[in-house]
């Protein structure tokens, strides 16, 4: 069974947000998830807020042209990744910046596309390196990889 994000986004949200429903004999609460139509409709906003977020235009959107640069958002931006297939999803140091979205990369062969949320003011760097299947097998092949990395300073709407 293959769920598609947007279930994932909705199952998270079920579990994370207090709600109550009572339709058809079925209640959901803050950690019980009813599959019927009933709890469904309680956490339509939560639901549509995330996938909203992780799916609208980022404020701001990098490339492996940007590898090296240092950008600043301020709280409530949203930053855009889309480097090439052959990109390992990336990974986030610092507390401000947290990771919605994340498509592709290696090892699916689909184009990395990812979104990430401002969270609290302060500084991130976020990398990636590349990888290929040559380097996982033996004997092991010397095709060089390249590092990623973004410098993000995130500041408060007033600095």
Partial sequence: ???????????????????????????????????????????????????????AEPSVMLTEADNGRTI?????????????????????????LVKVLTRGGYPTDQPLSEVYRTHAAGSAVVSTVTDHACLHTRPRCSIPQRLWQVNVAVVADGG
């Fill in 1 to 55: 069974m293959t769920l598609g994000l947007s279930t994932i986004v909705g199952l998270l949200t079920m579990l994370a947000t207090p709600a109550t429903a009572q339709s058809a004999g079925c209640a959901a609460t803050a950690r019980v998830a009813c599959l019927g139509n009933a709890a469904t409709a309680t956490t339509a906003t939560a639901t549509a807020t995330a996938t909203a977020t992780a799916t």
């Fill in 72 to 96: 600043a958002l301020r709280l409530g931006q949203t930053l855009g990744i889309s480097l090439p297939a052959m990109y390992r999803p990336t990974v986030v140091g610092g507390p401000a």
